[in-house]
């Protein structure tokens, strides 16, 4: 166990409508990155947040939005849904960016688009 | 682009013998090196970070990094049917935040 939560386990969604995705990070850690990972493949970065504040970016259209509260959790928002968003969705903790370079995942949300 | 390379397998040994993972990378600048173990259905779960040229071991766990090759490799040792699973490998570099770039991950598979 990591200490990182994530919520829900599952998701049910169509095409065409909008998602909440939601991260607890670990005691300690001020940083969330979050994942996208398509069935057989490696996780791919969607962007990361430290303090609040967009801390990094990866290939991903600008409907992958983020939040990070004062507590360190953390929301990813996506609208317009498209078939190809079904992926299992990962947070991962860490500390400082500066400080520490290991991330630690949470559990994951599946996400299925019809 | 940074690309991150890893034979996708199955990877087959028998229960005992030494598993040995690979993965190579296009970026020179790529400083950290991590391995993670994901089983069918769950979280990535890290098992490995290594840092310098060399060799790191943990457990039945050795973690293999050369920069001069772009390689890092990862040796269990004692094969068990409990060690099955995918392993993925991510590298990170310094100017680039933290963020990790993924291989596609070897499958193991342990055999009684």
């Known amino acids: 166990e990591t200490g990182v939560t994530q919520s829900p386990t599952h998701l049910i969604k169509t095409r065409g409508q909008q998602v909440t995705l939601r991260c607890s990070s670990q005691?300690?850690?001020?940083?969330v990155s979050w994942y996208q990972q398509a069935l057989g493949q490696g996780p791919q970065f969607i962007f990361q947040?430290?303090?609040?504040?967009?801390?990094g970016r990866g290939n991903f259209p600008p409907r992958f939005s983020g939040l990070q509260f004062p507590n360190y959790s953390s929301e990813l928002n996506v609208n317009a849904l498209e078939l190809d968003d079904s992926a299992l969705y990962l947070c991962?903790?860490?500390?400082?960016?500066?400080?520490?370079?290991?991330?630690?995942f949470g559990p994951g949300t599946r996400l299925t688009v019809t | 682009q940074k690309e991150v390379e890893q034979n996708s397998g199955p990877l087959s040994v028998p229960e005992g013998a030494i598993a040995s993972l690979n993965c190579t990378y296009s970026?020179?600048?790529?400083?950290?090196f991590f391995w993670y173990r994901q089983y069918s259905g769950k979280s990535p779960e890290l098992i490995m970070s290594?840092?310098?040229?060399g060799d790191k071991e943990d457990g039945r766990f050795t973690a293999q990094l050369n920069k001069a090759s772009q390689y890092v490799s990862l040796l269990i040792r004692d094969s068990q049917p409990s060690d099955s699973a995918t392993y993925l490998c991510?590298?990170?570099?310094?100017?680039?935040?933290?963020?990790?770039?993924f291989g596609g991950g070897t499958r193991l598979m342990v055999k009684p």
């Open positions: 970026d020179r600048v790529s400083q950290s």
């Open positions: 991510a590298v990170r570099e310094d100017n680039a935040g933290n963020m990790l770039t």
């Open positions: 991962a903790s860490s500390l400082d960016p500066s400080a520490s370079y290991e991330q630690y």
């Open positions: 290594i840092y310098s040229n």
């Open positions: 005691s300690g850690h001020n940083t």
């Open positions: 947040y430290y303090r609040e504040e967009e801390n």
